[in-house]
């Protein structure tokens, strides 16, 4: 199984709104509603930020919102503020058991 | 409120077997839910090792799958990693996690990760 894409990089000044794509196939990201996105602020251990597509958890503010066409599924972070510059990752599962992870993308709160 | 925590050596010889524990608190594995390890070398992405559900079942990342053992440990509300025949390339952050609502779902409860060099 291939890690699904994301862009290395990504960023926004305050206030904007940024979206990051992650890109899988019809066997991963394609083929099942079960795409998450992940926070990872540097030393600390990945947040829940979305899980199945476009749901967010508890305490996940509503800047966060996810959506997925064919293979690619987006986290769109609005009102873009300091404390979302982080690292952010978006997984799927991949059928027959398996479980993938985005390559990562940092993103810059310019 | 579950909380994880991991433990286990943080230098292993290349071509021995890493073991790593999460003892989780606040809930009682053998309940439910499915548990996982992953792992971020330094600087990388995150890599989905392996799952295990409170009924023992497992599930592997193929890629690891011939060095990897996930395995439950109930009396002390655990679950450990086994990875054997470790290389430089099993340097890496490795977390416990929940599976949020079942094997399909992402990971809402996280260890705070603990660190394993691979080096002689």
């Known amino acids: 199984q291939s890690a699904l894409t994301q862009p290395p990089s990504a960023s926004g000044s305050p206030g904007q709104s940024v979206t990051i794509s992650c890109t899988g196939t019809s066997s991963d990201v394609g083929g099942y509603d079960y795409v998450s996105w992940y926070q990872q602020h540097p030393g600390k251990a990945p947040k829940l930020m979305i899980y199945e597509v476009t749901k967010r958890p508890s305490g996940v503010p509503d800047r966060f919102s996810g959506s997925k066409s064919g293979n690619t599924a987006s986290l769109t972070v609005s009102g873009l503020q300091a404390e979302d510059e982080a690292d952010y990752y978006c997984?799927?599962?991949?059928?027959?058991?398996?479980?993938?992870f985005g390559g990562g993308t940092k993103l810059t709160v310019l | 409120q579950v909380q994880l925590q991991e433990s286990g050596p943080g230098l292993v010889k290349p071509s021995e077997t890493l073991s790593l524990t999460c003892t989780v608190s606040g809930y009682s594995i053998s309940s439910g839910f499915y548990w996982g390890w992953i792992r971020q070398p330094p600087g990388k992405g995150l890599e989905w090792i392996g799952t295990?559900?409170?009924?023992?079942?497992?599930y592997y990342n193929p890629s690891l799958k011939s060095r990897v053992t996930i395995s439950l440990d109930t009396s002390k509300n655990q679950f450990s990693l086994k990875l054997s025949s470790v290389t430089a390339a099993d340097t890496a952050m490795y977390y416990c996690a929940r599976h949020s609502r079942g094997f399909y779902e992402g990971f809402d409860i996280w260890g705070q990760g603990t660190m394993v060099t691979v080096s002689s």
């Open positions: 295990i559900y409170h009924s023992g079942s497992t």
């Open positions: 997984s799927s599962y991949a059928g027959s058991n398996n479980f993938v």
